[in-house]
Each structure stands twice: as structure tokens, then as C-alpha cells.
């Protein structure tokens, strides 16, 4: 009984550790926000207060760059999406966007009713995929911004050969947190 007992105990923490690292995060993705001020880029952080004139034009240029960083995908990471006006608001048109050598930058959408669209960077350079354990902090759009407070957090989907990994960025410092963002849930009925 005891054989058993112990057995049973060992398959059930097994499959709970294996549902839980099939689960675990992939990839993480921090921003810096910039807004353009007198000739040079300010950076803002989450808990900072709306500058005058961000969100009028002439006044309201933004940037986001992007670190992403490849926790889990052996085979590299080849495709990131970011997503702009998720909340259905249209607040943000893009300027420009750049991204690593031998990465091409898309604007997907808008998408109307809603005003929501993404930006995909994507290589399809074996050699210039994020490799795993590494990250690239050469990503960055420019927008404008038409709404009254701060630009916030984006969802994102990381892809790598093997699979995706979707989740919401998040200031430098603090560590993404996975989820099942709603940018990504609209992304696959487009």
C-alpha cells in the first residue's frame, strides 16, 4: 500500500511540475517611453505626470523602444508583435518603427471598427534570431499620441520556431508578467 501510496504521490507531483513548465514564461519584454521635447527624447516611467502638449500635434511625438529577451526557445526567437490602441481608443498612429539588422518592420491593421494595429517585427535570418538566453534592445516605434494621459503597457506575442509566447510588456526594472493579453486574443480572429 505504501508502494502505491508513494508511486501515486510521485506521478501526481510530476505532472504538476511538467503542467506547470509548459506554462512557464518563454519570454519577457521591457519598454522604455520617450516623448520628443525641445530637440531630444525624455524618458517617462509609469508613475510620471503627462506633459504639457503630448498629446497635441506639433507636440505629441512618442517613442517606445523594446528589449526582448528569449527565456525559452531553444530554437530562437523570430518574430515579435507589439500592439497599439488595444483598449479600442484610437490614441496612437504610427511614425516609424525600427528594429535589428535583418529584421523587417509591418504595420499590421489598423483594424477598423476598433482603431487597433500592431507592429511585427520579423526575420527570417536563422543567424539573426533572438537566441535563447540572450536579448536585443534594438527595437523601438515612434507614434503620435492624441489622448490625455501616459501610453501605456502593450501586449506583445514573441515568436520562435517552436511556438509564442504572449504576454504584456512592462517598464525597465520590473519582470513581465505572462498572460493572455487581449491584443492577442484579437490577433487571431483578424
Known sequence: MKIRLTTLVLAM??????????????????YHLYHYEAGSWVEYGPADAFPAGGDQPGTNLWRYTYELCNVGFSTGLRELDVFFNSDNALCATLSAAAGPTDWTTTQVG?????????????????????????????????????????????????????????????????????????????????
Open 13 to 30: 507531483t510530476l505532472g504538476v511540475l511538467l503542467a506547470a513548465s509548459a506554462f512557464a514564461q518563454q519570454t519577457g519584454v521591457t
Open 110 to 190: 489598423p483594424f477598423a471598427p476598433d482603431n487597433n494595429w500592431r507592429m511585427r517585427f520579423r526575420t527570417l535570418v536563422t543567424a539573426a534570431r533572438v537566441a535563447q538566453g540572450a536579448c536585443d534592445s534594438d527595437f523601438s516605434v515612434d507614434f503620435t499620441w492624441v489622448c490625455p494621459t501616459l501610453p501605456g503597457s502593450q501586449n506583445y506575442d514573441a515568436i520562435g520556431s517552436t511556438g509564442s509566447d504572449a504576454g504584456v510588456t512592462a517598464p525597465a526594472g520590473p519582470v513581465p508578467t505572462e498572460a493572455t493579453t487581449w491584443g492577442r486574443v484579437k490577433a487571431l480572429y483578424r
